[in-house]
C-alpha cells in the first residue's frame, strides 16, 4: 500500500470520525437516551431540537451568508458569535423545561450543556483558545449518560482519544486544544449534572 493510498484512507477515518461525532450529532442522540431513561422521550426531543437540530440549522444559514466558513466553524475568529446564539438556543429548552416541569434528567442535562457551552465560550473569547467543541461534547455527554444511566456507558470514554485524533489530524485543533476541550467536557459537565439534579 502506497503512503497516498494510507494517507487518503486517514484523511478518510478522520472525516468520518468527526461527522459521526460532530458536537449536534451528540446533542441529539444524548438527550433522546437520557430522556427516554427518564420517561420522557418528549422531553429529549425538546433539548435534542434546541441543543442539536436548531444549531446545525443556524450554522447551515450563517454559512448561506458567507459568515461562517463550514460547518464546524474552524475558523477561531467565527466561533464568537456562533456559540452565543447556541447558548441562547439552549437558555431557551431550559426555560421551557422549567416552566413546564421537565424531568430533573433533562434539566441537569440541559444545565450542563450550558455551563460546558459557557466554559468553551471563556476559553475562546476571553482566553483566545479555540478548544475543541467534539471532545468537549463527547466526553462529557458520555459522562453524564454515565451518572443518568449506567456506569458502562464511561466505557464510550476511550472513544475521545479517536475523536481527538481525527481533530489533530485534520489540523482542526491543536494537541493543547483537544486537552482542553477534552477536560472542560469531563470536569464541568458531569458536576453540573449531579448538582442540578440533587436540588432539582
Known amino acids: 500500500m502506497t503512503s497516498s493510498v494510507k494517507a487518503r484512507k486517514a484523511d478518510f477515518a478522520a472525516r468520518f470520525v468527526t461527522e459521526i461525532a460532530a458536537p449536534w450529532t ?3 442522540a444524548a438527550p433522546l437516551l437520557v430522556g427516554a431513561y427518564a420517561g420522557s422521550w418528549r422531553w429529549g426531543a425538546v433539548v435534542a431540537l434546541f441543543s442539536g437540530v436548531l444549531p446545525m440549522l443556524m450554522i447551515l444559514w450563517e ?12 475558523q477561531h475568529d467565527q466561533r464568537h458569535r456562533v456559540l452565543a446564539a447556541i447558548l441562547a438556543l439552549v437558555a431557551a429548552a431550559l426555560v421551557l423545561q422549567l416552566v413546564f416541569g421537565a424531568p430533573q ?20 473569547s476571553i482566553v483566545h483558545i479555540k478548544a ?69
Open 26 to 28: 451528540v446533542n441529539i
Open 132 to 200: 475543541s467543541v467534539h471532545t468537549a461534547v463527547w466526553s462529557g455527554s458520555v459522562a453524564i449518560i454515565g451518572l443518568a444511566i449506567s456506569p458502562w456507558w464511561w466505557l464510550l470514554l476511550a472513544l475521545t482519544p479517536v475523536i481527538g485524533w481525527a481533530r489533530l489530524h485534520l489540523r482542526d485543533h491543536t494537541l493543547t486544544q483537544i486537552l482542553i476541550g477534552t477536560g472542560t467536557g469531563l470536569v464541568v459537565a458531569p458536576i453540573t449534572y449531579a448538582v442540578v439534579t440533587a436540588l432539582y
Open 63 to 74: 454559512m448561506r451568508r458567507d459568515r461562517v466558513g463550514d460547518h464546524h466553524v474552524t
Open 105 to 124: 434528567q433533562t434539566v441537569g442535562l440541559t444545565v450542563a450543556g450550558l455551563a460546558t457551552l459557557l466554559a468553551i465560550g471563556v476559553w475562546t
